[in-house]
């Protein structure tokens, strides 16, 4: 595809982007009055406009009912946590009981490995990425201990090969396939925070099942960004987060999957909370858990209203629009900004800017991590002076997303000429 650097190109693409005017429903940061050049939706999206109204009707049902506003008004608060498993299920390509909304994401995970990953002494390991986001390093760190295994042992990190920025599929499947007899989980991000790639989690899947292991992914970077199958692909767990690209609000509420093959087994190992119980007899308050059938049975506590409001508001939104047409844009518009940095490389060869994300769309979703070696974080704050959000890691990356729902062409072409005024400025 041939694009072009300028700004009038890209407002051009906004005007033929049928998905454009869903920028209007959200709120952007200002800066000197003008609203800001967002690209960090991969860490907290935007809030969407009818989050207000969403948590106005539980305040009024709570002002109006009090106690009763578990029975009473729009969404009686008894049965709330319900109004997610139809939407979540679509975006995540499950059945509405392979999925729930509850906790935080790093209590989910806990509590899906106290099912899913139970070592043996012979089959003890798991497969991560090397690298991983780090409170997944800890949890997973953690609950191999908490087993009486050995970290160092039992955790083997999957790595680029040396002077490669990602990992080849063909590594990670080879990987499993050495390590299988002895591995008991192996459990990735959909697509790793840091560099962007997404993973092929259908053949990941496939490989860990011949292995037999068990297979679960952390979509924190993947729901809401790109598509997904996890019934279809067969994946064992997962669980993501709410606040990144679904734009729910600090803190959100996260998202679990369990595959239907495993929805009845009242034998897998859990940590159990009332409100797994089986909601027939939930309230008789007897000993002797039984979980409900499928991922609601592996909920603890009832449902945080107010929470959960603005991740409601953000699902519907995502319902509306869809999760193809929305990856038809990502295409899109990462592909126009990819192309941008091309053009960015090419002009300044000696500045070293280089993209450490796959090139091939297949494996990435919307975010570009971009290596400036050297004036890095001076780029990165000339970036911040004029009003363009991006994300900054130790030593050398700036991460942007420009994400489908808000971000637009234009967006991504500010984007390029901050980039280029800034390496100008620098050099
Ligand atoms: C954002 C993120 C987290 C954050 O976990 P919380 O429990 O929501 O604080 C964990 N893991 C990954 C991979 C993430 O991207």
Known sequence: MSHATTLAYARERDAADALSHYR???????HNDAPVRYFTGNSLGLMPRAVRAYLETELKSWETYGVEGHFEGPHPWMHYHKLFNEKAARLVGALPLEVVVMNTLTTNL??????????TSGRFKIIMEGGAFPSDQYAIESQVRFHGFRPEEA?????PRTGETHLRHEDIIATIAAEGPQTALVLLGGVNYYTGQLFNMADITRAGHAAGAVVGFDLAHAAGNVPLQLHDWNVDFACWCSYKYLNSGPGGPSG??????HAQNAELPRFAGWWGHDEGERFKMKKGFKPMPGAAGWQLSNAQVMAMAPHLASLDIFDEVGMPALRAKSEELTGYLSWLLDELQA????????VITPKNPNERGCQQSIVVPKIGRKVFEYLSANGVIADWREPDVIRVAPVPLYNSFEDVQQLYEMLRAAIIQNS
């Open 24 to 30: 209007q429903q959200f709120h952007f940061p200002k």
């Open 256 to 261: 679990i999957f369990v595959h239907e093959r």
């Open 155 to 159: 955790i083997v990190e999957l790595v």
């Open 347 to 354: 002009e300044f060869p000696q500045s070293g800017l280089h």
């Open 110 to 119: 806990h509590l899906l490995m106290v099912s899913f990953y139970r070592p």
